[in-house]
């Protein structure tokens, strides 16, 4: 018995030093763990970030599909309203690579009338392609699939479909540290597939903010592509970043103007 009493006052005092050190350190600051919850529904989460949803929460409205992130269960994969932005862009200018050869340079260049008020465009465009980001049922990240885009056929993600059914890829990309795979941050990954045929023609997205958690669900905030852009190993190219993945959707705004 007497030969473990002095190492285990020994270790005790260590621990007694150890921690009183910490608390003077001044650097040292609990944050303690972030609250993903918030106190309101979907729609009231996005109204309440006007810097970064004030488009969004426009063309929600506009899609006819504020009662559904507001009532309703759902997960909504939101895009930014730099999406939107580099979506439409600008006439003729030159100087940002985001806004050029964009939908209004597309209809200028087609001799049809530009996008002048989100309104130009039909409910029914909006809400077509505003629903490829809304899922039914609450998920947040620890419920999906790991996914590998460099390595699908082992780590494939999950087929899922949307609101309006149709079908995307969803999975966590488990990141590597220091060349190790696998052993890093874990981040949500998105993917479009506009033929279910071939699953392997897809748009990818990277998700910036995960885990957000209105009383309706949850909402998964989509990161913007700049540059080389990556997910795990896999480069996100710039067709993620459209509005409803790809540019099938200014397709339909042209026909339609």
Known sequence: MIRYTKPALFLT?????????????????DGG?????????????LESNPAKFDTIVQIVKLAGLEEVLSKEEV?????????????????????????KNKLNQ??????????????????????????????????????????????????????????ANELANIGVVYNAVNNVRYTGYRQLGISFIPDPSNPETYFAAAVATSDVQPTNGAVHVLAIANGATRIGEAEISEAGDLFGFGTEFWTDVIYNR
């Not at 005092?13 to 600051?29: E, P, S, T």
């Open 13 to 29: 005092a260590l621990l007694i030093m150890f921690l009183a050190a910490c608390k003077n350190d001044d650097y040292y600051v």
């Open 33 to 45: 763990k972030a609250n993903p919850s918030f106190n309101g529904n979907i729609m009231q989460y």
């Open 75 to 99: 997960t909504f994969f939101a895009p930014t309203d730099e999406v939107i932005r580099r979506t439409i862009g600008t006439v003729n200018r030159t100087l940002n690579d985001s806004q």
């Open 106 to 163: 597309k209809l200028f260049d087609a001799g049809r009338d530009t996008i002048q008020q989100f309104s130009d465009i039909p409910q029914n465009i909006w809400r077509k392609y505003l629903t490829r980001y809304i899922f039914k049922g609450k998920h947040v990240l620890k419920d999906y699939p790991q996914i590998d885009y460099g390595l699908k056929e082992l780590y494939p993600g999950g087929f899922y479909y949307t609101y």
